[in-house]
């Protein structure tokens, strides 16, 4: 099992419940030991993802590292 730290890099996703995940931008959006993010499914999201509902919602990631309705 690889060991995560807080120097991950974090990705732009685009969230497809329950575990399509597939990235916005090749390159990353930061490093999560000084970049806000979010945590969904046990994984860290950089701000801007965006996880599609199954009834069409959206939810984006914030700067304040929580997960909004749009």
Known sequence: ???????DKLFMNVISPPDD???IYKNSVG????D???IYNHQRH???SVIKN???SETVCTED?????S
């Open 46 to 48: 950089g701000v801007g």
């Open 65 to 69: 590292g929580s997960w909004q309705h």
């Open 54 to 56: 199954r009834d069409g």
């Open 21 to 23: 995940v597939e990235n």
């Open 1 to 7: 099992m690889r060991n995560y730290t807080k120097k």
């Open 36 to 38: 806000p993010f979010c």
């Open 31 to 34: 490093i999560a030991s000084k």
